[in-house]
Structure formats: C-alpha cells, structure tokens
C-alpha cells in the first residue's frame, strides 16, 4: 500500500466493506450460489485451494454469522477436511461469472459428527459450519462473464441415483474403492485405461 500510495484508500475501504456477519443482500447471493472457491491450510502450512459444487441452495445460512455447507464424495483423500481438523482458518470466494460478482469470506470451520444438517444433504459425508471472521463484497471488475450451460450430472439429487464416477474406472482402483462402490464398475461398461480416462477428460465426457 505504501509503494503504491493506497493506503489511505484502503483504510476508508476496509472501514465501508468489511462486515462481521452477513445482511439481507449477502444472504441473498451466497443462497443461490451454486459453487465456491475453499481455501485451507494442509499440516504443513501450505495454503491450497479447492472447487465446491452443489444445487443451488447447497450453502446454507444457519444464521447471520455462519453458513454451512456439504463434503460429498471425492477422491477419497479427504484433503479440505484433513486440513480443517488440523486448522479451522478457512477462506471463500464467491463468484458470480453471469452477473460479475464476488464475495470473500473469512471464518473457522468446524466439523460435527452426525451434524443435523447432515440429513438435508443427500450422500454428503460430513457437513462444514463457518463461523463468519469477515466478509466483504469485492470489486467484479476482472471477472470474465460467462454463461452456464448445465448443472453437473454428479451432483446428488433425492429424485434420482448419482452417476458413477467415470475415474473409478480406471484400471487400479477397483480394489480399492469403498465399500459402497464396489461392483459398480462393471455395471458401469468395465475397466478403463489411464490414457482412455484422459481422453474422456479432454473430450469432456467424464
């Protein structure tokens, strides 16, 4: 700030933006928030940062000062969620790329065995509640406008079974997947290769 002059104008910014809990407009756009930007920190210090996607709705205000939201299936490394037990920091950042639009929020996520949440959520694993530090809406004016074609196939929905996942076909993994998982390859069409996942990747077909 001071290299570049603006300190003063970030002080005012921080002094007008920055919030401890969420009002009606923020409610209103992190609820029909249909992914998130996670940001934690692994046992090593590191900062990472992942992709999280639901339904609209799949955020949810517990109350002014918390939101919640749904772990489901994965990779099985449970990376976020490792990173949360061993350090509650978390950052997100929302983004809406239709209508330019972000929001950043800073908070300490806990994790509940059996949370009730949990029952609203179909196939999530655990459930994340953020105690809300800081938030604040950020300036859109890089953000690229993009139209959304379609909703992710993979998302479980009440109405009806969850698509297999198509990496969970490749040749090494059968033995090791979950319990739940097991014989759901071959009803899926078999093995794949890595080079035959890969070009589905590129194809977008997975």
């Known amino acids: 700030q001071d290299q570049f002059e603006t300190r ?4 005012l910014m921080e002094q007008a933006i920055f919030k401890t ?3 009606d407009m923020d409610r209103q756009f992190v609820q029909t928030r249909d992914m998130f930007f996670l940001s934690t920190l692994d046992h090593r210090g590191r900062p990472t940062v992942s992709y999280k996607g639901g339904d609209a709705g ?9 939101i919640a939201f749904p772990s489901y299936d994965g990779n099985g490394m449970y990376y976020s969620m490792g990173n949360l037990a061993g350090n509650p920091e978390v950052g997100i950042l929302f983004i ?5 639009n972000r929001m950043r929020l800073q908070g300490r996520a806990s994790i509940m065995a059996n949370d009730p949440l949990l029952a609203e959520y179909k196939e999530a694993d655990l459930v994340v509640r953020v105690a809300i530090t800081q938030t604040w809406v950020n300036c859109p004016r890089y953000i690229h406008r993009y139209q959304k074609i379609e909703q992710s196939r993979y998302v479980p929905r009440v109405e009806r079974e969850t698509p297999f996942c198509t990496w969970k076909r490749i040749e090494g993994f059968s033995d090791v997947l979950r319990p739940r998982d097991q014989g759901k ?7 794949l290769t890595i080079e035959q996942y890969m070009e589905k990747v590129a194809k977008g077909e997975t």
């Open 21 to 23: 809990e969420l009002d």
């Open 96 to 100: 809406d790329f239709e209508k330019p």
């Open 8 to 11: 003063r104008m970030a002080d």
């Open 185 to 191: 390859v071959e009803a899926e069409g078999g093995l």
């Open 58 to 66: 799949f955020i949810k205000i517990v109350d002014s000062r918390t």
